[in-house]
């Protein structure tokens, strides 16, 4: 059954999340990247929304052009292009890798190819700017808002589609989930892995490309239009993309690891995921960039080296955190966390058959620091991202504001769904280990 509250929460999404998005670059378009000037200018009659909308840049042919080859190219490097960088990148793992199992008991094939996709796209992305010279390097942010009109057309076609799919003709009927309320399963989703054939699938596809994969292209373009406009590049321009590039190159080096989280695991494909990759990811998440155009900044050395340090210490406990709790499910206990063997709660839980099976859960290392420590990783290098923009304007903080309350919500998710299943094991666990994000605060 949908709650009240989960209820109002969807409807409120669907219908201000896209006018969010337009705001934001609506406001670097027309307002150099002020949020409360266009407030100001329609409460004081200054200007009505039709005078906004009208300076808007339409939807024009080359933007639909652009970002149709953009998806298509994707797509091919996706399905049609088997991973090799496995045989040659020691310690990487792509190629044919399964998925968690899934409520039905389906255990899902993928083929990880994300991060020789990025190279491949990268690699022409430079071929082009200093070669072949076939489009300017600024062609992202000379489109950028025609392209959001693209972006935004894709995410609501496969959002629409991935819902009929599920009534009408899903890949698997057993990992169907319709709750009766139209709006929470056009939302949320309806199939857990909605598929085309037998490597194109939805979810994986849609959650690492073509959003991802053009994050760090997006950025260039933003540093090839700071270079146009002023004559360089800003070193806090420089560290948006150097510090975005390695979370970037981090999610797809992991990407086999990434078909054990929440995103794969849990969550159904709908608008939720299907928008939200296709518009919010690509056009909220490089907010730092796009300001930097607008405001450059060229801050002080002992400034710059704080952020990158901040930025690089938040990607080390990110990337340990789950280093660790990855060894410790692979031996199933039997490593070492800091020269030590793990200490471990043991748990059991009941599956809906009613076969009982044991789990363990690690207080050792930085799970015993706190119990989602890797998100306080995560949160450091988002508030490096903004600390690069300095403190002028708060658009480009709009991004640690939403991950702090994105991954507090997944704290409480992740928590809500543990207690479920472990029961008081999962009490005995919370006394072990009593704090979610911050060690003696929260």
Not at 68 to 87: A, E, G, R
Not at 349 to 357: A, E, L, W
């Amino acid at each position: 059954e949908v709650d009240w509250f989960s209820l109002a929460s969807i409807l409120f999404l669907l219908m201000f999340a896209p006018l969010i998005v337009y705001y934001f670059i609506m406001s670097c378009d027309q307002y150099q990247c002020s949020l409360t000037d266009p407030v100001i200018d329609l409460l004081m009659g200054n200007k009505h929304l039709s005078d906004i909308w009208n300076k808007t840049p339409p939807l024009t042919y080359r933007a639909a052009a652009i970002y149709t080859l953009w998806v298509t190219f994707q797509v091919v490097l996706y399905v049609f292009i088997p991973d090799f960088c496995h045989k040659f990148l020691p310690g990487y793992v792509g190629g044919v890798q399964e998925g968690a199992v899934t409520p039905a008991g389906v255990v899902n094939k993928y083929e990880i190819n994300g991060l020789q996709a990025w190279i491949i796209t990268h690699l022409l992305w430079f071929a082009n700017a200093y070669y072949f010279h076939w489009f300017s390097p600024t062609i992202i942010f000379d489109n950028w808002i025609p392209l959001l009109w693209c972006a935004n057309i894709l995410g609501y076609v496969v959002s629409t589609f991935a819902m009929i799919k599920g009534y009408l003709f899903p890949t698997n009927a057993k990992d169907c989930k319709f709750t009766g309320n139209f709006f929470y399963d056009y939302m949320m989703g309806i199939e857990f892995n909605p598929r085309i054939g037998k490597w194109f699938d939805f979810k994986l596809f849609f959650n690492g490309r073509p959003g991802i994969v053009a994050w760090t292209l997006i950025n260039l373009s933003y540093a090839a239009k700071q270079q146009e406009l002023y004559g360089q590049v800003t070193n806090s321009m420089i560290l948006v993309n150097v510090l975005q590039g390695i979370y970037v190159l981090d999610f797809f080096w992991n990407e086999a690891w990434y078909l054990k989280t929440i995103d794969i695991c849990h969550d159904h494909f709908g608008w939720y995921l299907g928008w939200g990759d296709c518009v919010w990811l690509p056009y909220l998440y490089t907010l730092q960039g796009l300001y930097l155009v607008y405001h450059p900044v060229q801050l002080c050395t002992a400034n710059a080296m704080g952020i990158l340090i901040l930025g690089l210490i938040g990607y080390y406990i990110f990337r340990t955190t789950n280093h660790q709790k990855d060894l410790f499910r692979r031996t199933n206990g039997n490593c070492k966390i800091w020269g030590k063997k793990p200490e471990y709660i043991e748990c059991s839980y009941m599956s809906v058959d009613g076969t009982k099976f044991y789990s363990k859960l690690m207080t050792s290392g930085f799970w015993g620091w706190a119990r989602h420590f890797n998100y306080t990783g995560d949160l450091m290098g988002s508030l490096a991202y903004c600390l690069a923009c300095g403190f002028e304007h708060i658009l480009p903080y709009f991004y640690i504001i939403y991950m702090t309350i994105l991954l507090t919500h997944r704290c409480l998710r992740d928590e809500h769904r543990c207690l479920s299943k472990y029961g008081k094991d999962w009490k005995r666990y919370t006394a072990a280990v009593p704090y979610r994000l911050l060690p003696g605060l929260f």
